[in-house]
């Protein structure tokens, strides 16, 4: 005959609270594991992240962080609610003291990561630029075409007395081979996006179609992309055009030959690394 159970013996098996305990234990188990995979990251990629992102958007220059120690990850299930916060004191906590050494060393990693950058950049037009100004040699459009750069593109200064008569934005027979030649560079060289500046003098508009220089120098800005969009093979997506009147003069507009010289337009050339 079986034994009766005891009322007073405990059931058989783990107690109920245990069960509620190891579902608790997974959990900050997968929690943990969570922070430790955002807090062990590829250093070269989040340099790399940092940079770009401090290009952009600023939100990294008082040497924060979003990846490891910090406001973001110390303090657990309120990091969500601080994150406008986080953002506006870029790197601060709320009690505005700064951040520790370990971030400021972080801070110092993305200076020397954008220092990087910036210097790969101006290789890049250095090389780009190079490469114009022979095949602009080459093309006897020297005279005519003056080519400098920055760290973000190379810049082509056409001089405007070739391209359009007084108070036009036709291109004037004489305008067209040359044109045609700088079209082919820029297929041929362009690795980015490009932009079209238009520019004239300080000389009011009368008596023309267009009434101010404004709606002239986009006019003029407009015709060239007109021309390169039908005569070569670039993709007029990459192509932007604007017109910037008198207002970035590059002589001095109290001369005939400084006036002659702001008559102008510019053709910018992004490098790989660079875009508007």
């Known amino acids: 005959m079986a034994k009766k159970r005891s009322e007073d013996a405990p059931p058989p098996g783990s107690p109920a609270w245990m069960t509620t305990f190891g579902d608790l234990m997974n959990l900050l188990l997968c929690f943990f594991v969570l922070l430790f995979s955002m807090s062990t990251i590829d250093a070269q990629k989040f340099e790399m992240i940092a940079a770009a992102f401090n290009q952009t958007f600023s939100i990294f220059s008082a040497g924060a962080a979003s990846i490891g ?7 657990g299930a309120s990091q969500l609610n601080e994150l406008a916060e986080f953002i506006n004191s870029t790197g601060m906590n709320p009690q505005g003291d700064t951040v520790p050494d370990g971030m400021q060393s972080s801070e110092q990693e993305v200076t020397e990561a954008m220092e990087v950058l910036e210097q790969a950049k101006m290789e890049s037009s250095e ?12 093309m006897n459009l020297g005279n005519i075409v003056d080519v400098d750069f920055t760290a973000d593109y190379v810049q082509l200064n056409i001089n405007g007395t070739i391209l ?9 027979d004489t305008a067209v081979e040359p044109i045609q030649q700088l079209g082919l560079i820029l297929q041929r060289y362009a690795p980015g996006d490009i932009m079209i500046e238009g520019h004239t003098d300080n000389v009011p508009m009368s008596g023309a179609k267009y009434s101010n220089n404004d709606e002239l120098s986009d006019g003029r800005a407009r015709s060239v992309f007109w021309f390169l969009r039908d005569n070569t093979l670039l993709d007029p997506a990459r192509i932007i055009h604007s017109g910037r009147g008198e207002y970035v003069p590059i002589a001095d507009n109290g001369t005939a030959e400084g006036r002659a010289k702001n008559r102008r337009v510019e053709i910018r050339v ?5 875009s508007f």
């Open 270 to 274: 992004y490098n790989a690394l660079s």
């Open 127 to 138: 090389e780009l630029a190079e490469l114009i100004t022979e095949a602009i040699e080459e």
């Open 164 to 172: 359009f008569e007084s108070g036009s934005v036709e291109l004037m």
């Open 69 to 75: 120690e910090g406001i973001l990850v110390s303090e």
